[in-house]
């Protein structure tokens, strides 16, 4: 419980480190400095006003200089990487929590960027791609210390088994519908998450994925009144859900796997 407890607390500070990645990367910007600002008065924010998800409901969600209103989301996307960072600990007490943690890391924030815009950063993708290769040559040498790292093999048989379903769908798609049905930030996020789950729980993450995005399509289709075609074809960002079913996999893809 206390590496559990630890871990949390590590993911809180992450996580509001991933507020500032997911806001000032799709505006260009240094996610170094200038330090944190309120985006309404652009005033320095304060060590006491930084703390994880306390300082949001201390201030009661408004800054402390202009009142101005600071959205949920802060505090939310805070609690999520603890939790992430808590459960990792959880699957993997072990040093390879740090890689696995990294990818959640990545995961979360390509989420919220993609959903905001439906882009997905390649340097986010390129830290996954670094934590996943470093995890492996780490396992390969180290075993005991970095246990559960995939071997080589799977590490090429799941970039495979990420990337090229979706080239195809996106193949099909574009004959269909004469667009892409998949962005090509889509492709290289399940090649990197094909990195660490191996080419079979990426296809199970893949299902997942699929299976997390029904929901929300059948919402577009109804509450927005768009078609089929137009609620899965360029309307919604997918990157949040092939996270979600990557997540999923990596804790529960074993035991889909028992059941089957």
């Given at each position: 419980?206390?590496w559990?407890?630890f871990?949390f607390?590590?993911g ?7 507020n ?5 990367i799709p ?15 652009e005033?320095q924010?304060?060590?006491?006003d930084l ?16 009142k101005?209103?600071?959205s ?7 609690l999520?990487c603890?939790?992430?960072f ?18 959640a ?12 815009t439906?882009e997905?950063?390649d340097g986010l ?5 670094i934590?996943?290769?470093?995890w ?9 210390l ?5 071997a080589?093999?799977?590490?090429f048989?799941g970039i ?9 769908l996106?193949?099909i798609?574009?004959?269909i519908?004469k ?6 930030g889509?492709v ?18 893949f ?5 997390a ?9 109804i509450r927005?009144r768009?078609s089929?075609?137009?609620a ?8 949040p ?5 990557a ?9 889909v796997?028992?059941?089957?």
């Open positions: 419980m206390f559990i407890t871990a607390v590590v809180l500070i992450f996580g509001s480190f991933a500032v990645v997911i806001y000032r505006r260009k910007k240094s996610i170094i400095k200038p330090p944190s600002a309120c985006p309404s008065c005033k924010l304060a060590a006491r703390v994880p998800v306390m300082s949001w409901i201390f201030l009661k969600g408004r800054c402390r200089s202009c101005a209103k600071i949920v989301r802060y505090p939310v996307v805070e999520i603890g939790l992430l808590a459960a990792m600990m959880y699957f993997s007490p072990t040093l390879s929590v740090i890689p696995l943690c990294v990818l890391f990545v995961l979360l924030t390509v989420s919220f960027i993609d959903w905001d439906q997905i950063p993708l390129v830290v996954g791609v934590a996943g290769i470093t492996v040559v780490f396992g390969h040498f180290l075993p005991n970095f246990p559960y790292a995939p080589w093999f799977n590490v048989s495979v088994a990420g990337a090229v379903p979706l080239l195809i996106d193949r798609a574009l004959l519908w667009k892409d049905g998949f962005g090509y889509d290289k996020l399940m090649a990197v998450i094909g990195i660490f789950l191996g080419w079979q729980l990426t296809l199970i993450a299902v997942f994925s699929i299976l995005s029904f929901p929300f399509a059948i919402y577009l289709m927005q768009m089929k075609d137009e899965f074809n360029g309307y919604m960002a997918f990157g859900f092939l996270c979600i079913g997540v999923v996999a990596l804790w529960f893809g074993e035991w796997f028992r059941i089957l």
